[in-house]
């Protein structure tokens, strides 16, 4: 049995005190499904744990169409499925969060847990990075916003400091035209992590591409991006053989890895043919603006 003290700080301030008093032996916990597994597993043995659920405020999701969408770190998995506002201007959002695991997990599991757990095999990294999204990282000293891009650097890695607590993700609005979608190809169980994630968003202007953006998440230490590739698209319509060219560029740039839910060999299949139908769909969808 692990002992270690339980802290339920109210407010931010606190909470950077907690973090302070207890040092890099404190973890902090959101919505506990990783933290809980990693504790039984006995790969974590922290001096304390350092609960965000009684503090107020993180867990608001708010809407301005020139800004885009701001989102607390404690909001969960299904409030991204479920919420009205996410559903009607990011609806590739709330598709994404709604294929995660299940209900239970996604009833518990933080936008803020997901992002700082930075396991490779999860959805919403993916969405997030064809979004441009960014998080806010404050300490008790200051604050920065950092791209979800370079926020997660690799296998369990992210640039967060001892310290910093992520507050909230930012998504800008979606750019004039745009619309996006998130395919995820699972080899297992229903409810297993993605073996290939992939995020398109894609705006066009007169029937021709003005925007592109595609990020594959669960093939690499982090989400992947070929900007060579999108840059192919800008300024033509989106025909088969395009996004037949691009997804090729991906599936010939990208190196995956091998896992229990697929080889290398088999992913970069699997990026070929699932860039290739995502690109197409969000041609296909919509635009949301
Ligand atoms: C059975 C199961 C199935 C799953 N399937 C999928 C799947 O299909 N797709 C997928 O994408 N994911 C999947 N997951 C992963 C799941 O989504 C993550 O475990 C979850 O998002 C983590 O969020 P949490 O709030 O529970 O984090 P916690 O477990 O509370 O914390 C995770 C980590 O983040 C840190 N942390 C949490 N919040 C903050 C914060 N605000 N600031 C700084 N650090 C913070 C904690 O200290 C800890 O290191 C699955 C998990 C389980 C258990």
Redesign the pocket.
Known sequence: MIDFDWIEPTTIPDTFKAMADYGEDA???????????VLKQGLLMPSALIS?RRVPGLDQIAYDPADGLTVG??VT?RMMETHPLVRQYYPMLAETFG???NVR?RN???V???L??A?Y????PATLTALGASVRLQSATGERRVLVHDFITGHYETI?KPG????AIHIPALPTGGRGIYGKYRTRSH????CVGVAVVLATADGACSHLSVVIGAVASRPQRVPAAERLALGKPITEALARQIADAYADAIDPLDDLRGSGWYRRQMIRVLVRRATLQARDRSATQ
């Open positions: 973890r902090l916990i959101a919505g506990g499904t990783w933290v809980t597994l965000l770190a404690l998995h294929v995660v695991a997990i518990q599991a933080t803020g847990g997901c700082c757990d396991d095999a999860s959805d919403p967060i910093e607590l992520l507050t409810e297993d992590r993605p």
